[in-house]
């Protein structure tokens, strides 16, 4: 599903940085991978290029055998809105939007005409049914969270990036969305990629990939 | 962009306007309601000056068009059976009248204390027939002293007020105050002496130099030029609704083709220039308010979009394309346009022309009038929407255009 070969990140400046030191790895199709480490360590970084948010100094990346870095912008564009969802630390979501406009509006830009009805059955999947019409400042923490996720997943996209999505939230709330994924992982076969800092968290992953310093340190079941 | 890029943008743009902060969006809408206000007014009221004085033209002194003496291939006096002539204009449709005017020069003699002391005054002296020409020309509404007659005696004269002088400014070469009911004495240029009694004096301003014209009857015109059933020039007035003044002027050149034509336009001399400077004043400042507009547009659509980049930032992260947030950004600006232009004319035609109805602003020519043709409007609201549009794109694009984590994170 995902490849990445001698991936480099270099942040220029002053003094270049470099954040990912000849990154390869492999993510299988319906894998629930997270990427694991110190604040510093490169997996936010990393996510971010995979997810087409940055583009990398060098190395190659193929998402669903397409080469991603070699997409021009608008490609690149195109491709997040059919392929990929972001689940982001801080919720993300358009302030202006409802619950439900939020979710289904990829999915209109993308000219799904059962936007609607698809958004709906989403966050009823992720226990919003009676939220859908509250603006995102009218929602808790875990209930923003829960609607970013229904959003990430409108267009049915190949992979899941979630970039600490429960960093913010309570321990309740964080149980919640876990559960959440790890339902998605199983039983829609969602690949998810997910970042996180907590040791704790590995249990409800099926590998987790070390990084310290830009490269990765070690992988484990 | 395809249906949906546009829907989506609309939808963009449609969210952040009805959720943005009412404030903001009433604080951009009354300034461009301001910058519109002041676009239609500066050149409303300074086409409504051009206007005002070619209507005081039209009205007072030349009609709209001119028939003079033919020219070549041999010069004429005078434009002969002018019965004929008229009878023949009068039936073209549109035409509202046509009259005859006998041009004369000569020199004004006035002793006003009976003293021996003569003023003496170089003029034109136009003869009419003052039954016909108030049919076409409005001179005797400008009368401030005496009257101007139906029925105008051969020994009867009216004259302007810079003529006779005693109103308003002092002329260098007026006859020093003369006076309805007072005698004055005419040395016409073909060596004939007259004398009349003054029965009306009209004032005009900005109307080139009929306030300092004489006016007697036709008939004496004719005595003092040994003619008859003649005119040195026969002015006609139309009806612009049904036709061009160009049509009319070709309609009555195939008529006479031997005699000259012109419009009132070419007898403005230097109001003429005073006109089209104030045109070219009129779309300076157009220019210099859409420009204004366009600024204003482009400060709070920037402010707005930076405000926004967060917003922007997660739109791109979930894969809208950045043409889209583009066009939703001008379309917030076509509504804030559209707000702008309608809050200016709101204000133009509910508020300021009842009030300049009721109050109205003196002017040389008469009262100042905001003057729109339903062109000069399309002009001015096309005009503020393409500013509206370049002035959203342009921020949207350049905030659009940043990293997405720069975006999203700062």
């Given at each position: 599903?995902?490849?990445?070969?001698?991936?480099?990140?270099?942040?220029s400046g002053?003094?270049?940085?470099?954040?990912?030191?000849?990154?390869?790895?492999?993510?299988?199709?319906?894998?629930?991978?997270?990427?694991?480490?110190?604040?510093?360590?490169?997996?936010?970084?990393?996510?971010?290029?995979?997810?087409?948010?940055?583009?990398?100094?060098?190395?190659?990346?193929a998402?669903?055998?397409?080469?991603?870095?070699s997409?021009?912008?608008?490609?690149?564009?195109?491709?997040?809105?059919?392929?990929?969802?972001?689940?982001?630390?801080?919720?993300?979501?358009?302030?202006?939007?409802?619950?439900?406009?939020?979710?289904?509006?990829?999915?209109?830009?993308?000219?799904?005409?059962?936007?609607?009805?698809?958004?709906?059955?989403l966050?009823?999947?992720?226990?919003?049914?009676?939220?859908?019409?509250?603006?995102?400042?009218?929602m808790?923490?875990?209930?923003?969270?829960?609607?970013?996720?229904?959003r990430?997943?409108?267009?049915?996209?190949?992979?899941?990036?979630?970039?600490?999505?429960?960093?913010?939230?309570?321990?309740?709330?964080?149980?919640?969305?876990?559960?959440?994924?790890?339902?998605?992982?199983?039983?829609?076969?969602?690949?998810?990629?997910?970042?996180?800092?907590?040791?704790?968290?590995?249990?409800?992953?099926?590998?987790?990939?070390?990084?310290?310093?830009?490269?990765?340190?070690?992988?484990?079941? | 962009?395809?249906?949906?890029?546009?829907?989506?943008a609309?939808?963009?743009?449609?969210?952040?306007?009805?959720?943005?902060?009412?404030s903001?969006?009433?604080?951009?809408?009354?300034?461009?309601?301001?910058?519109?206000?002041?676009?239609?007014?500066?050149?409303?009221?300074?086409?409504?000056?051009?206007?005002?004085?070619?209507?005081?033209?039209?009205d007072?002194?030349t009609?709209?068009?001119?028939?003079?003496?033919?020219?070549?291939?041999?010069?004429?006096?005078?434009?002969?059976?002018?019965?004929?002539?008229?009878?023949?204009?009068?039936?073209?449709?549109?035409?509202?009248?046509?009259?005859?005017?006998?041009?004369l020069g000569?020199?004004?003699?006035?002793?006003?204390?009976?003293?021996?002391?003569?003023?003496?005054?170089?003029?034109?002296?136009?003869?009419i027939?003052?039954a016909?020409?108030?049919?076409?020309?409005?001179?005797?509404?400008a009368?401030?002293?005496?009257?101007?007659?139906?029925?105008?005696?051969?020994?009867?004269i009216?004259?302007?007020?810079?003529?006779?002088?005693g109103?308003?400014?002092?002329?260098?070469?007026d006859l020093?105050?003369?006076?309805?009911?007072?005698?004055?004495?005419?040395?016409?240029?073909?060596?004939?002496?007259?004398?009349?009694?003054?029965?009306?004096?009209f004032?005009?301003?900005?109307?080139?130099?009929?306030?300092?014209?004489?006016?007697?009857?036709?008939?004496?015109?004719?005595?003092?030029?040994?003619?008859?059933?003649?005119?040195?020039?026969?002015?006609?007035?139309?009806?612009?609704?049904?036709?061009?003044?160009?049509?009319?002027?070709?309609?009555?050149?195939?008529?006479?083709?031997?005699?000259?034509?012109?419009?009132?336009?070419?007898?403005?001399?230097?109001?003429?220039?005073?006109?089209?400077?104030?045109?070219?004043?009129?779309?300076?400042?157009s220019?210099?308010?859409?420009?204004?507009?366009?600024?204003?547009?482009?400060?709070?659509?920037?402010?707005?979009a930076?405000?926004?980049?967060?917003?922007?930032?997660?739109?791109?992260a979930?894969?809208?394309?950045?043409n889209?947030?583009?066009?939703?950004?001008?379309?917030?600006?076509?509504?804030?346009?559209?707000?702008?232009?309608?809050?200016g004319?709101?204000?133009?035609?509910?508020?300021v022309?009842?009030?300049?109805?009721?109050?109205?602003?003196?002017?040389?020519f008469?009262?100042?009038?905001?003057?729109?043709?339903?062109?000069?409007?399309?002009?001015?609201?096309?005009?503020?929407?393409?500013?509206?549009?370049?002035?959203?794109?342009?921020?949207?694009?350049?905030?659009?255009?940043?990293?997405?984590?720069?975006?999203?994170?700062?």
């Open positions: 599903m995902i490849k990445v070969k001698n991936l480099v990140k270099t942040y002053e003094i270049p940085t470099l954040a990912l030191k000849d990154i390869t790895l492999h993510i299988k199709e319906g894998e629930f991978v997270a990427l694991m480490g110190r604040s510093g360590s490169g997996k936010s970084t990393l996510l971010h290029q995979l997810g087409l948010l940055d583009t990398p100094t060098s190395g190659s990346v998402i669903n055998n397409i080469d991603v870095l997409l021009s912008d608008p490609e690149r564009t195109k491709f997040r809105l059919q392929y990929l969802g972001y689940v982001f630390q801080e919720y993300a979501l358009i302030a202006e939007f409802t619950a439900l406009e939020n979710v289904y509006f990829p999915a209109m830009a993308f000219g799904d005409n059962i936007a609607i009805e698809r958004a709906t059955e966050l009823t999947l992720v226990g919003l049914g009676d939220r859908m019409n509250h603006y995102p400042s009218e808790s923490g875990g209930e923003q969270q829960r609607v970013a996720i229904a990430s997943l409108i267009n049915n996209p190949k992979v899941l990036f979630a970039d600490e999505a429960t960093a913010n939230l309570d321990t309740v709330s964080s149980e919640v969305i876990y559960k959440l994924f790890q339902k998605l992982n199983k039983e829609l076969k969602q690949t998810i990629l997910m970042v996180t800092h907590e040791p704790e968290d590995r249990k409800y992953v099926d590998r987790v990939i070390f990084l310290k310093d830009g490269v990765i340190e070690e992988e484990k079941k | 962009m395809n249906r949906i890029d546009i829907k989506t609309f939808f963009i743009a449609y969210k952040t306007i009805v959720k943005g902060h009412k903001t969006v009433a604080l951009i809408v009354f300034i461009l309601s301001l910058s519109f206000f002041n676009l239609m007014f500066v050149s409303g009221f300074l086409y409504g000056f051009s206007d005002g004085i070619m209507k005081s033209m039209i007072n002194a009609a709209h068009i001119i028939l003079m003496p033919q020219e070549v291939p041999t010069s004429k006096s005078f434009i002969f059976d002018q019965d004929a002539v008229i009878a023949e204009i009068s039936s073209i449709p549109g035409v509202v009248g046509a009259v005859r005017h006998y041009q000569g020199t004004l003699v006035y002793d006003k204390n009976n003293d021996g002391n003569f003023k003496y005054s170089s003029a034109q002296i136009i003869g027939n003052q016909e020409e108030k049919k076409i020309i409005s001179l005797n509404k009368i401030v002293s005496g009257e101007f007659p139906d029925d105008l005696k051969n020994d009867e009216v004259l302007g007020a810079n003529l006779s002088g109103f308003g400014t002092k002329q260098t070469k020093g105050g003369a006076t309805v009911g007072s005698k004055l004495q005419i040395n016409y240029s073909n060596g004939t002496t007259r004398t009349y009694t003054i029965v009306g004096i004032s005009l301003s900005m109307v080139g130099s009929v306030a300092s014209t004489a006016f007697i009857s036709d008939s004496e015109a004719e005595k003092v030029l040994g003619t008859y059933n003649n005119a040195s020039e026969i002015l006609i007035r139309v009806d612009l609704e049904k036709n061009t003044l160009e049509q009319y002027m070709a309609r009555i050149q195939g008529l006479f083709p031997n005699l000259k034509l012109e419009k009132y336009t070419t007898r403005l001399s230097t109001v003429g220039i005073l006109i089209t400077a104030f045109n070219l004043i009129a779309v300076i400042v220019i210099i308010s859409i420009i204004v507009s366009a600024i204003t547009i482009f400060v709070m659509i920037y402010i707005n930076l405000s926004k980049r967060r917003q922007i930032g997660i739109l791109k979930i894969g809208i394309k950045e889209i947030i583009e066009v939703s950004y001008i379309f917030q600006s076509i509504f804030y346009s559209i707000l702008g232009i309608v809050g004319l709101l204000v133009i035609f509910l508020i022309i009842p009030i300049m109805a009721v109050k109205p602003i003196a002017m040389p008469g009262n100042a009038v905001l003057v729109y043709t339903s062109f000069g409007i399309t002009i001015n609201i096309v005009s503020l929407i393409i500013a509206g549009i370049l002035a959203g794109y342009l921020p949207a694009k350049i905030v659009a255009r940043e990293n997405i984590l720069k975006s999203i994170w700062g």
